[in-house]
């Protein structure tokens, strides 16, 4: 039962994680990269303040409940899945925490009115750190999905 009920919150989790990083992807970002500079600074202020501590409770989280699968389920194809996914999430964490987060702090500090003339741009930067972790994600909830699955 327990292994049944720590499945379905990985899958929600994981679901949770991929789904948010996935819609970012499709329309926060082409809307962000789309703005002018002093409203792209504003903006990604304002969208940012409320993924912390959220996110990195969900992804972590997620990475705790697949570790305790892998060691509860009995061997095959579900517990490597869930080992794997443990690797994944921490993957998507080490991303965020290493590329996105640093360049969100950057941006923190910048005040939309004053940007200066040799300001560089961290929008495709940003973007392509992005990607990589919507794309961990997605493979999380992938192999999330297929455990329960063989389960």
């Given at each position: 039962m327990a292994v049944s009920l720590l499945a379905v919150v990985v899958l929600v989790t994981s679901g949770v994680v991929a789904g948010v990083l996935f819609a970012v992807a499709l329309s926060v970002v082409p809307a962000l990269m789309a703005m002018p500079a002093d409203r792209y600074l504003y903006t990604t202020n304002l969208l940012g303040r409320n993924w912390d501590p959220v996110m990195p409770i969900l992804v972590l989280g997620t990475a705790l409940a697949d570790l305790a699968l892998a060691v509860l389920s009995g061997p095959g194809g579900a517990r490597t899945l869930y080992g794997t996914t443990v690797v994944l999430m921490i993957a998507?964490?080490?991303?965020?925490?290493?590329?996105?987060?640093?360049?969100?702090?950057?941006?923190?500090?910048?005040?939309?009115?004053?940007?200066?003339?040799?300001?560089?741009?961290?929008?495709?930067?940003?973007?392509?750190?992005?990607?990589?972790?919507?794309?961990?994600?997605?493979?999380?909830?992938?192999?999330?999905?297929?455990?329960?699955?063989?389960?």
């Amino acid at each position: 039962m327990a292994v049944s009920l720590l499945a379905v919150v990985v899958l929600v989790t994981s679901g949770v994680v991929a789904g948010v990083l996935f819609a970012v992807a499709l329309s926060v970002v082409p809307a962000l990269m789309a703005m002018p500079a002093d409203r792209y600074l504003y903006t990604t202020n304002l969208l940012g303040r409320n993924w912390d501590p959220v996110m990195p409770i969900l992804v972590l989280g997620t990475a705790l409940a697949d570790l305790a699968l892998a060691v509860l389920s009995g061997p095959g194809g579900a517990r490597t899945l869930y080992g794997t996914t443990v690797v994944l999430m921490i993957a998507v964490a080490g991303v965020s925490h290493l590329a996105n987060v640093p360049i969100n702090r950057i941006l923190r500090k910048l005040e939309p009115d004053s940007i200066p003339d040799d300001w560089a741009d961290p929008r495709p930067r940003w973007r392509a750190w992005h990607l990589l972790r919507t794309t961990i994600a997605v493979v999380a909830l992938t192999a999330n999905s297929v455990a329960l699955a063989m389960s």
